[in-house]
């Protein structure tokens, strides 16, 4: 919660923030990572009841933990398709009765953002009537029949009930996907690399003005002295180039002066104190983001290659045959709980910071078209809450990647079993399918598997949304990897300029 309510103060304009708004996202942030953390307490709880624990041992039951994730996950909905909504439509309400200047009672504002919160319920009310009367992939499961028994057997996938819930969390997934795909790859792929580089010193950009104005004077100059030995009458080509150049001048001028001003009153002896501990924790990014990006290609490799069922169930794989660092880092440090939940913490911490990095950097945008901007202390609440939206979405996606990411670990823990042979192995699925009650999965990936065995449409997405993620941040990583770093300067002018922007507007 202290790092949500950091983050909401270094970007919210405070001359537009209200209490609800703030709030709002505050605790929304909050949850979401509480509700992506519930998943090693349920691994820790699944291998304890199997007879494989940690070194700390407290009394939590599977039941009790399944009522963590209902009412933590049922507060994150609630947020999710109302609080947010009306904190939106609120703020909206009152940004208008500000700017036209009209006298707008409470109640009334808080009724109209009401509507708008229902129509939004409504839409999804509607999602939620397709899920309770339309099962996608049924007739495929049917059609395979014999292929896909134990799946079924394993998931018990034909409760009706359920298919409503689990088809509306898929929608959810599905929409994070998107985001996930945009900002999450640009976010993990380009924060490591950003903390390695850093911005251009203002020393640099500096040195850069000083060659640009000497180009300057020397094309002016080349223009005068070419009119001088002619004695001929300057043509307008020429004057027109004589203007932009003295125009250029005095932009460069004036940068060179803010810049000196700038390093008058700057930090500049604190940032180079600071310079090494930068570039080891953009090392450590670095090594957070390949882990990531090779545990998801490989997984989802695995997936490809292994999987007897293919699209129909989402890939699902008996056993997983080939090397995922995560999932191996997880797996044995799950033996000595706490670790595993510390490991985890920090690779959810790590991606959630690096998407909040992507969309800081990208904006919020619909079509290419940019629809909120966050920049510090000039973002209106607005902004934050769709922000929080989004990465509610993300973290819903979370959910589900996990077992793209740490399979193994999500699924089963750290239990083992022993074959015939007295030879001791990891819990799988063909090891419940030979031998049931031999090994105990956990409540997520049971829940999440049946979306993929009942809902094959989602799971392919799903599916889809890991090789592109793959893509985009292979991509994104060489393009920083190749890109000049950002001038610190330019950073503070546009803050500046923006901040100008406001002013003008409210003028």
């Keep these: 919660m202290l790092v949500s309510m950091l983050l909401v103060k270094y970007y919210v304009d405070k001359a537009e923030s ?22 090693p307490l349920d691994t820790y709880v699944t291998s304890r009841d199997a007879g494989s624990g940690g070194l700390l041992d407290f009394e939590i039951s599977r039941e009790t933990l399944r009522s963590y994730y209902i009412y933590f996950y049922g507060a994150l909905m609630f947020f999710a398709f109302f609080l947010i909504p009306f904190s939106f439509f609120y703020g909206e309400q009152r940004a208008e009765t500000i700017d036209d200047y009209e006298t707008v009672s409470k109640f009334s504002q808080i009724v109209s953002a009401l509507k708008h919160t229902f129509l939004f319920i409504m839409f999804c009310a509607m999602l939620l009537v397709i899920g309770l009367f339309f099962r996608t992939g049924t007739k495929q499961l049917r059609e395979k029949g014999i292929e896909l028994e134990w799946v079924k057997q394993i998931f018990d996938v034909d409760h009706f009930g359920e ?9 959810f997934a599905s929409v994070g996907t998107l985001c996930w795909v945009i900002y999450g790859s640009y976010g993990l792929g380009s924060l490591p690399f950003y903390l390695l580089k850093g911005s251009k010193s203002l020393k640099d950009t500096k040195d850069e003005l000083v060659n640009d104005l000497a180009k300057i004077r020397g094309k002016y100059r080349a223009i005068q002295e070419k009119y001088l030995r002619s004695h001929s009458k300057i043509s307008k080509a020429d004057q027109r180039s004589l203007n932009n150049l003295k125009k250029q001048e005095k932009m460069l001028n004036a940068r060179q002066e803010k810049i000196g001003q700038i390093e008058i009153g700057s930090l500049q002896k604190v940032f180079k ?6 570039i080891l924790l953009g090392l450590v990014c670095l090594g957070f983001s390949a882990i990531i990006l090779f545990s998801l290609a490989m997984t989802t490799v695995d997936k490809f290659v292994n999987s007897k069922c293919g699209l129909s ?23 000595i709980f706490p670790l595993d939940y510390i490991f985890f913490a920090l690779f959810v911490f790590y991606i959630t910071i690096a998407c909040i ?3 800081v950097r990208i904006g919020i945008k619909i079509l290419c078209f940019t629809v909120f901007e966050i920049r510090k202390e000039a973002t209106t609440p607005q902004a934050l809450l769709i922000m929080a939206f989004i990465v509610k979405l993300i973290i819903f996606l979370l959910s589900t990647q996990v077992f793209t990411l740490s399979p193994q670990y999500s699924t089963f823990g750290s239990q083992v079993y022993r074959s015939n042979n007295g030879e001791q192995v990891h819990c799988s699925l063909d090891v419940i399918q030979s031998e049931p009650g ?26 889809i949304a890991n090789g592109a993620y793959i893509a985009f941040n292979f991509l994104v990583m060489i393009y920083s990897l190749l890109k000049k770093p950002d ?4 950073e503070i002018e546009k803050d500046e300029d923006e901040g100008r922007g406001l002013l003008n507007e409210d003028l």
Excluded: H
């Design 313 to 335: 169930c989402g890939f699902i794989i008996e056993r997983p045959q080939f090397l995922n660092p995560t999932d191996a880092l997880l797996v044995y440090s799950s033996k």
């Design 357 to 359: 990095y992507g969309i």
């Design 487 to 490: 001038s610190r300067f330019d």
């Design 438 to 463: 031999a090994c105990r999965m956990t409540n997520i990936s049971i829940f999440y598997n049946k979306i993929s065995v009942s809902l094959p449409f989602f799971s392919t997405i799903f599916f």
């Design 18 to 39: 209200y209490f609800l708004g703030l709030f709002t996202v505050t605790m929304s942030l909050t949850l979401s990572l509480i509700c992506i953390l519930l998943i």
């Design 163 to 171: 298919s409503a819930i689990s088809f509306c969390t898929a929608i």
């Design 273 to 278: 104190v600071l310079e090494p501990f930068r």
